[in-house]
């Protein structure tokens, strides 16, 4: 049997917490000093159903309550331990590491493993061989951001330590603990995605079921040149694994979003796009209308901020209104041009890359269907309204959905993974693409209506654990 380890290993202290489920006895070991972290006795008033008095003794019952959710999922004879701290993580105005998890030590070629030549997580090689094969280690290392929300970290936006999900514009912890618990139990690739270079030159048992279908290979097979080009192939590559695929047709959505641009012939064509998780959701035959540019902000920018103009109000009235992304909230801006009279929004993102991620927010007044497109496509449909007069553009689309294929997956029905280009580091390849609708558990960024579950009718993290051998 091999072994490597993963990361490393901070000194163990006291077992904070240990309990058992349906399936499996899930703990969490507190790793923090005196007076910090899960040890901060600063006063906190009950919330959300979270009843400790102490902020350490609240962030304690949220760990409880994400291990309960993994406990009565798994199925396991073997204690998985997490090891857990509260760090300062990378964070500034505008946005923070939220945690990070993985496993502490990684296996291959053990009895029982259902692939010899494959890397396992800690906790799926102890459930796969029956015992604890290293009693010493943890399973999982968990880091998470104690400073979220503080001055100069994400200002005003905590995490929410309830545990009804009740959260509003706060950072849900339960949800944020169950996704990066499931990179800890095996939800991840071992080998680099920029560099493509296996793990000590053994694929992980991830690899086994990544498909990149331009290339007609999975990455078990593909030279480490090809896995770094997969790794940016967006749209193309998926989740072979046959649980995943049959499971995705009870979770995602039938029918992708799209917009079709109609008119003029020399742009028309279907751009992929991604959907609000507010307002409501796309359908068919979907809006169709003449597009129109918001144009607020030099140079030759819309960012809708504020209500439109005049001018820019009696452009957009009942029409589609083109949005840059930029300087505030996808609500404010969606809200501002519904209230301008505009039948939908499109909001052009403002950095490279792709696919096009969904809009985050939270307003239950916005009743037009609004999405993002990549900075390119902006561009291209920007250059076709170039020439559009004060009230028309010429330019015609319809933003719906395409019937023949579910949110977030391939013509064939396998489910996409991220692959945005350029890459990310930490986030590609290893999570769900942010096509996929509802949203899952597992893509990059946590999204604000997500349900606590991470099993089928609503998630498809447990699918493909279970397809890596759970």
């Not at 309550?65 to 857990?84: C, E, F, N, Q």
Request: aromatic letters at 6%; one cysteine or more.
């Amino acid at each position: 049997m091999k072994r490597l380890l993963s990361a490393s290993v901070a000194a163990l202290a006291l077992l904070f917490s240990s309990a058992s489920w349906a399936a499996a006895t899930i703990t969490i070991v507190n790793g923090d000093p005196a007076g910090a972290g899960f040890n901060d006795t600063t006063p906190a008033a009950p919330v959300g159903g979270n009843l400790g008095t102490t902020l350490g003794a609240q962030r304690l019952n949220v760990f409880q309550a994400a291990a309960a959710k993994w406990g009565a999922t798994l199925d396991s004879a073997v204690p998985i331990r997490i090891l857990a701290t509260w760090d300062a993580l990378p964070c500034d105005e505008g946005g923070a590491v939220l945690g990070a998890a993985g496993a502490l030590a990684v296996f291959s070629g053990f009895p029982g493993a259902p692939v010899a030549n494959a890397w396992f997580s800690k906790a799926e090689t102890d459930k796969l061989v029956g015992e604890d094969v290293e009693p010493d280690t943890p399973d999982i290392r968990a880091t998470f951001n104690v400073n979220l929300g503080q001055p100069g970290c994400f200002t005003g936006t905590p995490f929410y330590l309830g545990l009804d999900n009740n959260h509003g514009p706060l950072v849900d912890l339960v949800t944020v603990l169950l996704h990066e618990f499931g990179h800890g139990l095996g939800f991840q690739t071992y080998t680099d995605d920029e560099t493509g270079e296996q793990l000590a030159g053994v694929p992980s048992i991830w690899d086994y079921f990544l498909l990149d279908t331009t290339l007609g290979k999975l990455w078990k097979d593909m030279s480490d040149e090809e896995r770094v080009f997969s790794a940016t192939n967006s749209g193309h590559l998926v989740w072979n694994g046959p649980i995943v695929t049959a499971a995705a047709r009870t979770v995602l959505q039938a029918g992708a979003p799209v917009l079709t641009i109609l008119s003029p012939a020399s742009i028309a064509g279907v751009d992929q796009v991604g959907a609000a998780s507010f307002g409501p959701p796309l359908g068919s035959p979907g809006v169709t209308g003449e597009v129109m540019q918001v144009i607020d902000t030099a140079p030759d920018l819309g960012l809708a901020c504020n209500p439109l103009s005049p001018a820019n109000a009696l452009a957009v009235r009942g029409k589609i209104a083109l949005i840059d992304r930029g300087a505030c909230t996808f609500v404010v801006k969606v809200r501002n041009a519904q209230d301008a009279g505009a039948i939908a929004v499109v909001i052009a993102d403002n950095a490279p890359g792709s696919p096009p991620a969904g809009l985050g927010g939270t307003d239950p007044g916005i009743v037009i269907p609004a999405v993002r497109i990549t900075q390119d496509d902006g561009r291209r449909l920007k250059a076709a309204l170039a020439k559009r007069t004060r009230l028309h553009s010429g330019v015609f689309a319809n933003l719906g959905v395409n019937l023949a294929m579910r949110a977030g997956t391939d013509a064939a029905g396998r489910v996409l993974m991220f692959a945005p280009n350029p890459d990310q580091p930490g986030s590609s390849v290893s999570h769900y693409d942010t096509s996929a609708f509802p949203n899952l558990l597992m893509e990059p960024a946590i999204n604000g209506d997500l349900l606590h579950e991470v099993a089928p009718p609503r998630d498809l993290t447990f699918p493909l654990l279970r397809d890596i051998g759970w």
